[in-house]
């Protein structure tokens, strides 16, 4: 099978050329596949990270754990690319953590291009907060932010190289499954409104704005020889935010999926946990919630167990459909790039909306958070003239059949879609909240209903941009094609 090389740095430079800058990677190549878990949860109580107001662990529901899969083609006894996908319960990668893990990466691990190393949050709302300033967190018997970046960089550090070091000749399968685990969380009301986690019993409720996918993009890694999978992919339209709210330490479903799926022959499988596109999506039901509680009872589950009781029944049923369409010989190709996109700019009315809030909640007290938020706003209107776009790491890679695309924003659904529809793949995977943290990424539709996730305080990047994104990620996979 021969692969196509990605998109040249150099626009007009020869197909050719650009395969042999990239590490274009024809057939015959060897590929070989490591993987190794960890724990990432934090010994001492932490700040947990997602809502406005302070929440200091009390205990630990469940572990967090980050899981990691290294491949490496090899051409002629030689690396041609590379890749490291590295799941991680954390609500988001921030710039501060990134950063930490790839000088850590560079100084005790050079044989892994740290720019290659892709890492995911499954955005779970009760894991540590790893960014200063954000909460007001007491100084004592609670673990600092920057500690717990410390701790991080330490466990993913030796995660990585763990799955690098555990390298073997391998292959990968691919398919696709369905549960339904996302819904759309934004309510329509009469007069045009939207509103996140909006009531829908009121009178002028007119619907849900957007589109919910319940397809399970699945991808199994597997150990030559072995019979059963190293680990498993699971891309899904939803983040892991069902005990958003809770004040323990919690992986949220992907625990469940965990526990439910490393039984018995896949006792060892690896899992790792990717959201899709998803901004506009979560694991809350909107409406019918009486009769879903209703079978919940019936059921004797959790609503956490009851969404791993939907995922892993798909991975079983996949893996079962793929285990014998293994391939190795396969095109396997990863780019990177910085891709400048539009900001979403603030008007002077909203400038002013914000810095009366900002007024108001000095007033109140004990509310930094929401004014730190507002004010961010207000900086961003001052400075947008100088800074008129906001660069976002962007990866994409062909393995086999397979696309796999990157952003760290929360990213509408609706885009997600489009990449899914315009791509070239047989199949393809859309990771949000990767290699960075850039807030909520809406639809035009959205920010004319307005509410959280779709006002300025919430975008950094609008509908504008959410488009050249989409285009670009477009471009970057069909040019493996």
């Known amino acids: 099978m021969r692969c196509l ?49 302070t929440r200091i662990s009390r205990g630990v529901d469940n572990p967090i754990t980050a899981t990691a899969v290294a491949i490496e083609a090899r051409q002629a006894d030689r690396g041609a690319d590379q890749a490291v996908l590295v799941s991680c319960d954390l609500v988001a990668i921030r710039p501060v953590l990134l950063s930490a893990l790839r000088q850590r990466l560079a100084e005790k691990l050079p044989e892994v291009d740290a720019r290659k190393v892709i890492f995911t949050a499954t955005h779970t709302h009760t894991s540590g907060v790893t960014e200063e300033g954000k909460y007001e967190i007491p100084k004592e018997g609670v673990m600092q932010p920057s500690q717990y970046v410390t701790f991080l960089a330490d466990r993913l550090e030796q995660l990585i190289g763990n799955a690098w070091r555990a390298r073997r000749p391998g292959g990968v399968s691919w398919g696709v499954g369905h549960a339904v685990v996302g819904y759309n969380r934004r309510a329509v009301y009469a007069n045009g409104t939207a509103a996140m986690y909006g009531k829908t019993d009121r009178p002028d409720f007119r619907g849900i ?8 993009e699945l991808l199994f890694f597997w150990n030559t020889g072995e019979q059963k999978p190293l680990a498993v992919a699971v891309n899904v339209a939803c983040p ?28 060892d499988v690896l899992v790792l946990g990717w959201p899709a596109a998803a901004g506009d999506q979560s694991p809350h039901r909107m409406y019918r919630k009486a009769a879903e509680q209703r079978m919940l009872k019936l059921r004797g589950l959790s609503y956490t167990q009851e969404v791993a009781r939907r995922i892993v029944g798909e991975i079983n049923e ?31 009315k909203e400038a002013a909306a914000a810095q009366a809030e900002i007024d108001a909640l000095a007033k109140k007290g004990g509310a930094a958070r929401r004014q730190l938020w507002q004010q961010k706003v207000v900086d961003r209107y001052r400075q947008q003239d100088k800074e008129p776009t906001l ?91």
Not at 324 to 339: A, M
Not at 414 to 441: E, H, I, N, P
Not at 450 to 475: M, T
Request: hydrophobic share 40%; glycine share 12%.
């Open 391 to 481: 660069a976002v790491e962007v990866h994409a890679l062909r393995l086999g059949d397979v696309a796999i695309v990157t952003n760290p924003f929360e990213l509408f659904l609706d885009y997600g879609v489009q990449m899914q529809g315009r791509s070239k793949a047989l199949q393809t995977f859309v990771l949000q909240l990767t290699c960075g943290s850039a807030g909520y990424l809406p639809t035009e539709r959205a920010v004319k209903g307005g509410g959280y996730s779709a006002i300025v305080a919430s975008n950094r990047v609008g509908p504008e941009g959410g488009q050249v994104l989409a285009d670009r990620s477009v471009e970057m996979i069909n040019s493996m094609w």
């Open 318 to 348: 996949v893996c079962g459909l793929v285990r014998n369409d293994v391939r190795t010989d396969i095109p396997f190709v990863h780019t990177v790039e910085d891709v400048a996109l539009p900001v979403r700019k603030v008007t002077e």
């Open 5 to 53: 090389t990605r998109l040249s740095i150099l626009w007009g430079i020869s197909v050719a050329l650009a395969g042999l800058a990239s590490g274009g990677l024809a057939a015959g190549a060897e590929l070989l596949i490591g993987g190794a878990t960890t724990s990432i949860t934090p010994d001492q109580p932490i700040a947990l990270d997602g809502q406005f107001h």
């Open 240 to 267: 892991s935010q069902e005990v958003e709210g809770g004040s323990k330490i919690n992986a949220d479903f992907w625990h469940d999926v965990r526990q439910q799926f490393q039984t018995g022959d896949y006792k």
């Open 209 to 216: 704005e957007g589109y919910e996918d319940h397809g399970l």
